[in-house]
């Protein structure tokens, strides 16, 4: 085990954008069984801000599953709808810091540009009723992943200053996630390659606010028989508590961690935890099979 290991606090946190399907099953039980196998601790956040996009029964979906798959976070469950107003804190701290600007672009204005090209950079516009931007450096930012290697992205040239929070008020995902991170000490991100194109921005946006950075590993996705990642878009199959052992199984197979018996749910994710080799884990952005 290496010092990068050592203390290790973990989470999972879904969004209850649509039941929990097979790919969050897969980053549940990585970054459980990661954590515990490294003596850590595993934290659940619900990502519940982007209030519209919420799937009726979902989030209770997601509790329901957490109990029937007898994970046991090591503290209380939060939601991020609980913690506004910390955010629009933490937003009036990178306003003082003139790290952020109003925009009053429409989607229309922008069109299928999605370089922001800082039009409203100078402008000096009132924050409210606004989309609130972080401005980005021309700087090369790059880390490295656990299981996809080095990464790099220049904001400027790629993405430019992004969205913290909507014109209709909603919080971005990406200032929860840095945020909560932060304020939960988490020291390690374990979650599926989808968010991989994300992390730089996150990264940027910990370090404009003095946090220090997690280490990152960002899992293969399982991909459907038409190739394309699970999603409740694509009409994923929801978890069943009631087979959550069999579940649990072809999780662990997909993660190409040696076999656990059927049993008992905490059971198996003990020996998981027991055997648990990131090295197993398939390499690249998907995992080869399919699933439902
Ligand atoms: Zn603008």
Same mark, same amino acid.
């Given at each position: 085990m290496t010092d990068t290991l050592s203390p290790y606090m973990g989470r999972f946190a879904p969004s209850p954008t649509g039941p929990l399907h097979f790919g969050s099953l897969i980053t549940a039980v990585a970054s459980f069984c990661d954590a515990k196998a490294h003596a850590g601790q595993w934290l659940v956040r619900i990502e519940d801000t982007d209030i519209p996009r919420i799937y009726p029964g979902s989030e209770e979906h997601i509790l329901r599953c957490i109990d029937a798959f007898e994970? !046991?976070?090591?503290a209380k469950i939060i939601f991020q709808r609980d913690r506004l107003d910390y955010y629009q804190e933490i937003l009036e701290q990178l306003q003082q810091l003139n790290l952020t600007y109003a925009c009053q672009c429409t989607r229309k204005m922008l069109?299928?540009?999605?370089?922001?090209?800082?039009?409203?950079?100078?402008?000096?516009?009132?924050? !409210?009723h606004h989309a609130i931007r972080l401005k980005v450096t021309n700087q090369l930012i790059c880390f490295t992943d656990a299981l996809q290697g080095e990464q790099c992205s220049n904001l400027q040239h790629d993405?430019?200053?992004?969205?913290?929070?909507?014109?209709?008020?909603i919080m971005n995902y990406q200032l929860a996630v840095v945020v909560d991170d932060a304020a939960q000490g988490i020291t390690h991100v374990v979650r599926g390659a989808d968010l991989l194109d994300n992390t730089t921005r996150q990264i940027w946006l910990g370090q404009c606010l003095n946090y220090a950075q997690p280490h990152y590993m960002h899992l293969p996705l399982a991909m459907n028989a038409q190739g394309q990642k699970l999603s409740k878009q694509n009409l994923a199959q929801a978890l069943d508590p009631q087979h959550a052992s069999q579940h649990l199984q072809q999780a662990l197979k997909a993660l190409g961690q040696p076999a656990v018996e059927l049993d008992r749910p905490y059971r198996m994710l003990q020996q998981a935890t027991a055997q648990w080799?990131?090295?197993l884990i398939p390499q690249g952005g998907r995992i080869a099979g399919i699933y439902q």
């Open positions: 994970f !046991e976070p090591d069109g299928s540009n999605h370089i922001y090209a800082g039009t409203c950079r100078e402008l000096g516009l009132a924050f !409210e993405l430019g200053d992004f969205v913290l929070k909507r014109r209709d008020g080799d990131r090295n």
